[in-house]
C-alpha cells in the first residue's frame, strides 16, 4: 500500500510540475498557445488530457481522504500513556459520561456536549431533575464527579462542567429523553 501512494505521490508531482511548467512557458510566450491547442487536438494529446484528468481526480480524492482523517483525528481525545499515544472517540466519552450519570446519580433525562479544549475537554450536561433533588447540590456533585472520573478512567483531562437544569419534574412514563449524541468540535 505504501509503494502504491509513494506511486501516486510521484505522479501528481509530475503531472503538477509538467502542467506548470507549461503553463509558465506558455504564459512567457516561449511556447504559444496555438501549437498547445493544435498539439491536443491530436490522438495523443487526447489521450494525455484525459490521463492528466484521471491523476488530477485521483488527486483531489486523496486529499478528501486527507481531510475526512484530519476531522476524525481532531474528533478524537488524545493521552500520551507510557508507550505511545491512546485516542478515544467522543462517543466513547460520552458512552462512560452518560453510565456515570445513570448510575451514580440516577438520572435518565440528559444530554452531553463535548468541547475540545487546548488539552482537555469540557463537559455540558443539560439535564432534568425531580422536584425533591437539590439543583446545587446535584450539580455540583455532577461536576466534582465527572472531572475526577473522567480524568482517572480515561486519561483526558477535563478543563470544565457545565451543568444545565433544563427543567425540573416528575418522571412520566413513556416521555424517557436519554443520552444524545452532540459533539461540538
Excluded: C
Excluded at 505521490?9 to 503553463?23: D, K, R, Y
Excluded at 511556447?31 to 491547442?37: A, D, F, H, R, T
Excluded at 481531510?67 to 462512560?96: M, Q, T, Y
Aim: aromatic letters at 6%; hydrophobic letters at 45%; zero cysteines.
Amino acid at each position: 500500500m505504501r509503494q502504491l501512494r509513494v506511486l501516486g505521490f510521484g505522479v501528481a508531482m509530475i503531472l503538477a510540475a509538467g502542467l506548470s511548467i507549461v503553463l509558465i512557458l506558455a504564459g512567457a510566450g516561449v511556447l504559444s498557445l496555438s501549437s498547445i491547442w493544435d498539439f491536443l487536438d491530436t490522438l495523443a494529446g487526447s489521450i494525455l488530457v484525459i490521463l492528466a484528468g484521471s491523476a488530477l481526480l485521483l488527486v483531489a480524492v486523496h486529499f478528501l481522504i486527507r481531510l475526512a482523517d484530519e476531522r476524525l483525528n481532531a474528533a478524537l481525545f488524545h493521552h500520551e500513556g507510557e508507550w505511545g499515544r491512546i485516542d478515544l472517540s467522543p462517543i466513547a466519552v460520552k458512552e462512560f459520561i452518560a453510565g456515570i450519570l445513570r448510575e451514580d446519580f440516577g438520572l435518565d433525562r440528559f444530554r452531553i456536549l463535548l468541547r475540545h479544549q487546548e488539552n482537555s475537554v469540557g463537559i455540558t450536561v443539560r439535564t432534568t431533575l425531580s422536584p425533591d433533588q437539590s439543583v446545587t447540590e446535584v450539580g455540583e456533585r455532577i461536576q466534582r464527579e465527572l472531572t475526577e472520573q473522567v480524568a482517572d478512567r480515561t486519561g483526558v483531562d477535563v478543563s470544565d462542567v457545565t451543568v444545565l437544569v433544563r427543567s425540573i419534574r416528575t418522571n412520566e412514563s413513556g416521555t424517557k429523553e436519554t443520552f444524545r449524541d452532540e459533539t461540538d468540535s
